[in-house]
């Protein structure tokens, strides 16, 4: 069993595309026109495999329209980012309105699937196989800071 026979791992080999952290259910019931960010957006590595995640310091406003920065000869600034290299307990934390990504893209080729081999016991059940599969992918733990807001739908 390799990385791409469990669901979810259509993502893993496709990565994380694109996208701006946000209160979706206020999103939705404005129709679109309502884009309120957490102040902080952070990931947390809890395995060394798999796409990086790229930050670039491009944001939106509340009604979702991206922001074109100025320079103050009114030419667009450049737009800065970062790439962060899975690692076991590493942290990233960022600016929970940035624009980013997990784009496997940036991966060498065939690095995915190498990623992913590991020798099983030929004993084992296929459920305890599911479960050495699952250890060899990217898994992270993602967590917003909202200040001051709490999203739409969510409890405590």
Known sequence: MGCGEDEGDETAKSGISWHFDKDEDLRVMMDGSMWVHPHLSTVTYLTSI???TMVVEKRVDLSGQIVDEKEPDGSSSPICGSVSWPRK???LCFDGRYLHAAPTDLLEEGAFDKQ???DAP???SEKERKVLARRHR???LLVNIWLNYKPFNVSR
Do not use: E, L, N
Request: glycine letters at 14%; proline letters at 7%.
């Open 138 to 140: 990217r898994v992270t």
């Open 50 to 52: 798999g796409a990086p």
């Open 116 to 118: 992913c081999k590991f």
């Open 122 to 124: 030929s004993d084992i």
């Open 89 to 91: 307990g590493k942290h």
